[in-house]
């Protein structure tokens, strides 16, 4: 009996209506919180959450299902459903189409959500780059420039700086020890008390003598994180010295055993095997006006290993596609010499088109379906 409840349960229209209610409501609540909390803490308060949380006192109260738990189980509740009630028969092909369509849409979505990546791509006029980069994002960068026909790079994940815990670097004769890691700061050149600055102990580099203290993440899409970093260069003969190292930093540079390094950290990189450059940008405006009417980017697309060499125009809902990226035009610079990409790698971005598909076709199948039945009764009554 208890097994048959919970069977009835996760397959009752009752808890469709339930979660597809709950849903609306947490579409509707997310949405106004963008104003207040800004867009990415929004998005992982509600819709990247099990629960909506209120802090009362220190203590994080779930108030209201989240993203995760309503879709949850909603998909549970559609599979189980399908799975109870529908026969693969002519007279219900059609529902068998739009609830698989339905789960295929759910199951797309989470798939998006956990492997999508949005990265920017700054280009400047002549310029050729083969890598995008992550807003939120970084990485600490050791690279040895002492030969002159390429460049040795090792890089530090932001995961592994804010665990603090010693990085060996196979590629280089040191290991990296992370003293501290701010997601968010703010330097300055002088102390000020009364907004808690503190001198950075930095002890090699630029860094030396400024002044630094942590910050909330920033939440709004206009806003950037300035992360910064004290670390240890520690060799087999002892530490090479403690550097400061930030977003708001060039990078600095360390002489040791004959080789130079440039220690820098840098928003994180998505390296491609096909590089972009910027041939020419066009910029038009309405008339009378400084609101953008058109802009556009023409680049050229090379590929050393098949040796693809072409151009390629991208402007507004007319990105480029190509190597299982979407390039997106998304801004410019002031003068008009220079053009900011938004490169999507979405594995799932079929899904949504083919689950549409089959759910519009499920509810054809099912209304000829009901038609010819309908119009056989009438001719044969």
Request: hydrophobic content about 40%.
């Amino acid at each position: 009996m208890r097994v048959d409840r919970v069977i009835n349960f996760f397959t009752s229209l009752r808890l469709t209506i339930v979660c597809l209610c709950l849903g609306f409501v947490l579409v509707f609540a997310g949405t106004l919180a963008q104003v207040d909390l800004g867009l990415y803490r929004a998005q992982s308060d509600f819709f990247r959450s099990y629960f909506v949380r209120w802090t009362l006192y220190g203590h994080n109260i779930p108030i209201f299902p989240g993203g995760y738990l309503i879709g949850a189980v909603l998909l549970l509740n559609l599979v189980a459903a399908h799975i109870k009630r529908f026969d693969l028969s002519k007279k219900k092909f059609g529902l068998f189409l739009i609830h698989a369509g339905l789960i295929l849409l759910l199951l797309g979505q989470l798939l998006t959500d956990m492997s999508s990546v949005e990265s920017g791509l700054h280009l400047r006029l002549g310029e050729k780059k083969n890598y995008s980069e992550e807003s939120r994002r970084c990485e600490l960068a050791v690279t040895d420039v002492s030969d002159p026909e390429a460049d040795t790079v090792a890089v530090i994940a932001e995961d592994s700086l804010a665990s603090r815990k010693p990085v060996p670097l196979p590629e280089m004769p040191f290991t990296v020890r992370v003293k501290e890691y701010y997601p968010n700061s703010e330097l300055s050149l002088t102390n000020d008390p009364q907004r808690a600055f503190r001198e950075a102990a930095a002890t090699r580099g630029s860094g030396v003598g400024l002044w630094l203290k942590g910050r909330v993440r920033a939440t709004s899409s206009d806003e950037r994180d300035v992360q910064s970093a004290l670390v240890e260069i520690v060799s087999t003969n002892g530490a090479l010295g403690t550097w400061l190292v930030s977003a708001a930093l060039k990078p600095q540079t360390l002489n040791f055993s004959g080789h130079t390094y440039e220690i820098a950290l840098r928003a994180k990189r998505h390296y491609e095997p096909f590089s972009l450059e910027l041939v020419k940008f066009n910029h038009a405006t309405y008339m009378g006006t400084d609101i953008p009417k058109d802009f556009s980017s023409r680049v050229r697309l090379r590929r050393a290993d098949t040796g693809e060499d072409r151009e390629a125009l991208i402007y507004m809902n007319n990105p480029l596609r190509y190597g299982g990226e979407t390039f997106y035009q998304s801004s410019y610079d002031g003068d008009d010499q220079g053009t900011i990409l938004q490169v999507v790698h979405n594995p799932g971005w079929l899904t949504p088109y083919v689950s549409c598909a089959m759910m519009g076709l499920g509810m054809l199948v099912q209304f000829v379906t009901h038609l010819v039945s309908f119009l056989k009764g009438r001719l044969l009554g």
